[in-house]
């Protein structure tokens, strides 16, 4: 999808509480800095390894691109929390192959000459836009990988009734329910037992965790639908990636639809997602 108009400054947020990254991070900065590429640390970054950085909103509109090191959670946190600029987003993995940060420290000069040579591309990946209705008002969040509805407490089954584009379709009892993007549907719905779509795709995975009724299966719906879940029964808590979670009133409503813009992620040209699943998932393994 496109290219950079400018390869020129780059902003950079590092793995949170890993103070033991700085090593890594000066032997990357040094390597941009060859290929004449400006960097930028961001202000939380740079406190955690003692050099200046700049306010995390500066970065992002002074950046021409945007670099997470560390793993797939502080790559999927910087697009959450970028996701109103638009910038694309390089994840270089400072451990093992990561699902989204898959550029390894080894490649990084190597994929920067790439970049350079305009031999890369900027995937689009499908986000998340919703709110929870309240009494009060509304409450509005992004999300890269999933929204989960689920239990206050392990010793309670909730039921959600949902519905689609407005008309009630299921009730859901159980742990809960998990609202997956593709991108997500490697996290929690792999592990819930949903499928494993095509990252490019525009749709959602609706997975019910634990459900209380065999009959309950794993939904996949076009991206052009507007999801509704409540639960008049119950409290219960809507997770945002696993990061951000917000209790929910009973007759309060999740509403959930795709954003109109994806997230923007920087790739080798050559980068083949189904070798990513065979390596992460041990697909085709002999022994």
Same mark, same amino acid.
Not at 71 to 86: F, I, K, N, Q
Not at 165 to 186: E, K, V
């Given at each position: 999808?496109?290219? *950079? ?58 950046? =021409? ?10 790559? *999927? ?83 959600? =009734?949902?519905?689609?584009?407005? =008309? ?96 923007? *992620? ?22």
């Amino acid at each position: 999808m496109g290219k *950079l108009a400018q390869i020129k400054t780059a902003g950079f947020i590092l793995k949170p509480n890993s103070p033991e990254i700085k090593p890594l991070y000066e032997k990357i900065k040094k390597q941009f800095e060859s290929r004449g590429i400006e960097v930028l640390i961001a202000e939380r970054s740079g406190r955690m390894i003692g050099v200046e950085g700049l306010p995390f909103n500066e970065i992002c509109q002074k950046s =021409d691109f945007l670099v997470s090191l560390g793993g797939d959670g502080t790559l *999927l946190s910087l697009v959450r929390r970028s996701y109103g600029y638009h910038k694309p987003v390089m994840g270089i993995n400072a451990g093992h192959l990561g699902f989204l940060a898959d550029i390894t420290i080894d490649e990084v000069d190597n994929f920067l000459g790439q970049m350079q040579a305009e031999n890369y591309r900027i995937d689009e990946r499908m986000m998340i836009e919703g709110y929870i209705k309240t009494a009060e008002g509304k409450k509005s969040f992004y999300a890269f990988n999933d929204v989960v509805i689920t239990r206050p407490t392990i010793s309670k089954m909730v039921k959600i =009734d949902a519905s689609i584009d407005g =008309d009630w379709f299921n009730t859901y009892r159980g742990d809960g329910l998990i609202i997956s993007t593709p991108t997500g549907s490697t996290a929690y719905n792999l592990a819930a037992g949903g499928p494993v779509m095509y990252p490019l795709t525009k749709a959602f995975i609706m997975t019910p965790i634990c459900a209380h009724s065999l009959g309950q299966r794993p939904l996949v719906l076009p991206a052009d639908f507007t999801i509704e879940l409540t639960s008049e029964e119950d409290i219960v808590v809507a997770m945002i990636d696993g990061q951000d979670d917000y209790e929910m009133q009973p007759g309060d409503v999740l509403i959930v639809e795709g954003a109109k813009i994806g997230a923007r *992620l920087l790739h080798r040209t050559e980068r083949n997602y189904f070798s990513v699943l065979r390596e992460k998932l041990s697909w085709g393994d002999k022994s």
